[in-house]
């Protein structure tokens, strides 16, 4: 944003062409870091983790295999058409037709894990999983697949029935450990990476066990609470009473936006209530960041005994983070997770609308595209207008045509539709109609 921009206490001003504007800070006081979370974190560490997927040796066809993988990916594209062929024999043929078809869908779904495709690469290892059913590369490569896409659960389904047939294969418990991991049940990763080191020295194994090990240490002191949706931790010097009020009313905010979302997440959500100190020495994020949602829902609650109604919709914000996280897949943008999360907690954009709208009048803003991506290097200033202009398009969008549209919106999204060709198949608007739009609704609902 080319505007000068200074912060005097709890406020932050704009200086644009048509005068001063004012935001307050407190706007500002959490954040998600767009897929997984920040450095150091499980959940990060479980989305960065540097595992490799299992690779198939050709199902042991030799120069055969060869040949199919040429005949199914080149010149920069899938030939469905060749594919297609060697499941028209595989349905006729044997055991080694099938072998062909499972192969050629293998050797498409790698394509499209190296083009960031994870649905159709998804797809296409399930269907060559079809055709060669038991075979446990595949059966691991369908976990893989689950795994990149946070779906720790489902993922260890597939792992399980790969360790029956497969049982000293060492990448079973490489990518159990990081399933585990990604569910934050310490223990267990590290069990099964040892389990996994044991077979083969493997220095990603070796990478991950070290990790899983740091984080294992710092949280032995926590205390532990559960409730139907979540798990709860919680550091010594925290009150048992607090624990169980998060809990309650963690729940009560899940069953209003599992119906505003039409959605549940399939797995357990994890919250950990920080001291204040922790929480800065833990997360390393941005001094201007109070709670986070990076897989795991983190507060801090320094001082407090009991809930307040600011601790109360610090948990919405970012229980709804969590949400969207798990119904997209992690591929909601930021403006929007950032922006549905205020919504959801209750904020509106009455004190910030005359200052948005100036600054949109001046083109001084960014724009929603620059607002896809992680906001976590923002200066805390760009960081207050980015959360007020999220706010304001979600708030319009919601005003305008409803609740639903947001919903289809995600839907799109985690089929795999980039953001703004989601928003366009919903809105029939692209980003700067929606832009538009959104500075119309604040001036006509706010600015006098
Ligand atoms: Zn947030």
Redesign the pocket.
């Known amino acids: 944003m080319a505007l000068s921009v200074t912060e005097e206490g709890d406020k932050i001003h704009y200086e644009t062409s048509s005068g001063t504007l004012t935001l307050p800070k407190s706007i500002v006081d959490?954040?998600?870091k767009g897929v997984g979370g920040m450095p150091g974190s499980p959940a990060q560490a479980a989305a960065d983790l540097t595992i490799t997927p299992p690779v198939l040796e050709s199902l042991g066809m030799a120069s055969a295999g060869n040949e199919i993988e040429q005949g199914s990916v080149h010149d920069g594209a899938i030939d469905r058409g060749f594919i297609a062929k060697l499941e028209a024999d595989a349905r006729s043929g044997g055991k080694a037709a099938g072998d062909s078809a499972a192969l050629a869908h293998h050797v498409a779904a790698q394509y499209e894990i190296g083009h960031g495709d994870m649905e159709h690469a998804l797809n296409d290892e399930r269907t060559a999983l079809n055709y060669a059913p038991g075979q446990p590369v595949l059966l691991m490569n369908v976990a893989y697949l689950h795994l990149k896409r946070s779906e720790f659960k489902q993922s260890l389904e597939y792992l399980e029935r790969a360790r029956r047939v497969a049982p000293e294969n060492p990448d079973v418990p490489k990518l159990a450990g990081w399933a585990y991991y990604g569910l934050n049940k310490m223990d267990q990763a590290v069990l099964e990476w040892k389990r996994s080191f044991a077979l083969r020295a493997d220095p990603e194994v070796q990478a991950a066990l070290d990790k899983a090990l740091k984080d294992k240490q710092e949280e032995e002191s926590y205390k532990e609470n559960e409730s139907p949706h979540f798990n709860l931790k919680y550091s010594g010097g925290a009150e048992p009473a607090l624990a169980k009020e998060v809990l309650r009313t963690l729940e009560a905010h899940y069953s209003a936006i599992e119906s505003e979302l039409n959605f549940s997440t399939p797995d357990s959500i994890g919250v950990i209530l920080y001291t204040q100190q922790a929480f800065s020495d833990i997360t390393n994020a941005p001094n201007w960041v109070g709670a986070?949602?990076d897989g795991r829902i983190r507060v801090p609650v320094q001082g407090l005994s009991s809930m307040t109604p600011e601790l109360a919709r610090v948990l919405k914000?970012?229980l709804t983070?969590s949400f969207v996280q798990q119904k997209t897949h992690g591929q909601a943008p930021t403006w929007l997770?950032?922006g549905l999360?205020?919504w959801m907690e209750g904020k509106r954009s009455g004190d910030s609308a005359s200052a948005l709208v100036q600054i949109y009048d001046a083109k001084q803003g960014a724009s929603l595209s620059q607002l896809e991506g992680s906001w976590m290097k923002f200066p805390s200033n760009t960081a207050v207008y980015a959360y007020a202009w999220a706010l304001a398009n979600v708030e319009a969008i919601v005003q305008t045509t409803g609740m639903g549209d947001i919903v289809r919106i995600l839907e799109e999204i985690g089929a795999g539709h980039p953001a703004e060709t989601a928003t366009r198949n919903v809105l029939h608007s692209d980003y700067n109609d929606l832009m538009q739009s959104t500075a119309d609704y604040l001036r006509k609902n706010y600015v006098r």
């Open positions: 959490h954040v998600i986070l949602n914000h970012e983070h997770q950032e999360a205020q």
